[in-house]
């Protein structure tokens, strides 16, 4: 991840991750059209079976369950920079679908990022758009709108809660080791 500044590459070569459903991606497409321009190549990674419907027919496509092992991701990430790819488009949805390949992405590609949320909208990754960034991100953790207060008391009261069963769980064993060596010596008797 190379553009945390707001300047922009000339981007000809986009990789889209369908991190999310793909009606969001489906949705998104049009729109990324738009702000990279008619002559940038869409390339696609994905889970999924097909290709989304509004996906041009140009590019190429990648699937995650090709790419299993580290050799094969480390095949596939050198096919990539060699692509030319200078932005990434991830679908960031709140469905844990391919999380762990999209921020893998985002941190070995040295290209702009850009997040698509659940309504197709998006936004760049970087300074100038800090804020959009933070609002999603808390969100996504709970912490916006009128569940907030709640989240953060879950989050104060965690401590005590784990500090009960702790509590709770080391009582529970201490009076099984005691009843178990007071019980051995009646049974050698015996």
Not at 115 to 125: R, T, Y
């Amino acid at each position: 991840m190379r553009y945390l500044t707001p300047s922009y590459p000339e981007f000809r070569r986009v990789l889209l991750v369908e991190s999310g459903p793909r009606a969001v991606l489906e949705t998104a497409i049009p729109r990324l059209s738009n702000v990279f321009g008619q002559h940038a190549t869409l390339d696609l990674i994905t889970c999924y079976a097909g290709r989304p419907s509004t996906l041009p027919e140009r590019g190429s496509i990648w699937r995650t369950e090709d790419h299993r092992s580290g050799q094969d991701r480390g095949r596939l990430l050198r096919e990539i920079k060699a692509s030319g790819a200078t932005a990434v488009a991830i679908v960031c949805s709140g469905h844990p679908v391919m999380t762990s390949w999209k921020w893998w992405l985002v941190w070995q590609l040295p290209v702009k990022v850009l997040v698509i949320n659940e309504n197709g909208d998006c936004f760049w990754l970087d300074t100038a758009h800090i804020a959009s960034a933070r609002r999603m991100a808390l969100v996504r953790l709970g912490l916006s709108g009128e569940l907030a207060g709640r989240t953060l008391w879950r989050i104060a009261l965690f401590p005590f809660g784990m500090a009960c069963l702790l509590i709770y769980a080391s009582v529970v064993h201490v009076q099984r080791w005691f009843r178990l060596a007071l019980a051995s010596p009646a049974r050698e008797r015996s």
